[in-house]
């Protein structure tokens, strides 16, 4: 059964800090997507990042970057330089098999990350 | 990208009353649509997945009789919460996918039942 796991629930930084925020999953396919969504307080889930399982190239968009890697079934997400508008719940999501990423989605429990001033 | 619009964005309804979602594709046909439930402070799970002209497929605990789901057309999906308690106050949101694409999120509903 897939799973996903954030064990960080709350993350409270100063702005201009970097913040990482940890995901680990557990699959028994080899094809699989991951996914990163951001949960502002009005509730909708703004999509960050989407990865198959064949790319563990890292990415980096802006003041974000992810880091996939396989061995440790990790996707770790960071931010640079946090910004206020950061403060968010923040979710890893998993996606099994070839639909791009199209299947039912399992999430993790999320972190709440707070930047303050 | 593609639009999921969903609707009310909101909702408040007495005890006992039924509620209707609606979850719209707005510029592509979706062939499969996900349902999502999140209660506070908790994450989102899935309660069932429903294929156009199919009878929704729910997930383990989630009672059909009471959530029922129609996917009658490739551009909307709705969810009846019906006779809703004040414990079925949630946030649901849908997704929605053509085919053997990735899935795009609507707004979610904030359902609050008095």
């Known amino acids: 059964a897939q799973k996903v796991t954030q064990a960080q629930t709350e993350i409270s930084v100063v702005e201009k800090e970097d913040v990482t925020l940890d995901c680990v999953y557990e699959t028994r396919d080899t094809t699989y997507y991951l996914f990163w969504y951001k949960q502002p307080p009005s509730g909708e889930l703004v999509f960050l990042i989407r990865?198959?399982?064949?790319?563990?190239q890292n990415e980096i968009s802006g003041r974000y970057s992810w880091n996939f890697q396989k061995s440790t079934s990790s996707f770790n997400f960071t931010i640079t330089a946090s910004q206020v508008v950061d403060s968010a719940v923040y979710f890893c999501?998993?996606?099994?098999?070839?639909?791009?990423?199209?299947?039912?989605?399992?999430f993790g429990t999320g972190t709440q990350l707070k930047v303050e001033l | 990208g593609a639009v999921v619009s969903q609707h009310p964005s909101w909702v408040i309804c007495k005890s006992g009353t039924s509620v209707k979602i609606e979850c719209r594709s707005l510029?592509?046909?979706?062939?499969?649509m996900f349902w999502y439930r999140q209660f506070p402070k908790q994450s989102l799970m899935l309660m069932a997945t429903?294929?156009?002209?199919?009878?929704?497929?729910?997930e383990q605990g989630v009672e059909k009789d009471k959530f029922l789901i129609n996917h009658a057309s490739l551009t909307l999906s709705t969810l009846t919460v019906t006779s809703a308690h004040p414990e079925d106050s949630s946030f649901y949101i849908c997704?929605?996918?053509?085919?053997?694409?990735?899935?795009?999120f609507g707004q979610g509903t904030r359902l609050t039942v008095v």
């Open positions: 429903s294929n156009e002209g199919s009878k929704a497929t729910y």
């Open positions: 997704s929605a996918r053509y085919r053997n694409t990735e899935a795009f």
């Open positions: 990865r198959n399982s064949f790319d563990e």
């Open positions: 999501a998993l996606s099994e098999g070839f639909t791009g990423g199209g299947n039912k989605l399992t």
């Open positions: 510029d592509f046909q979706a062939t499969t």
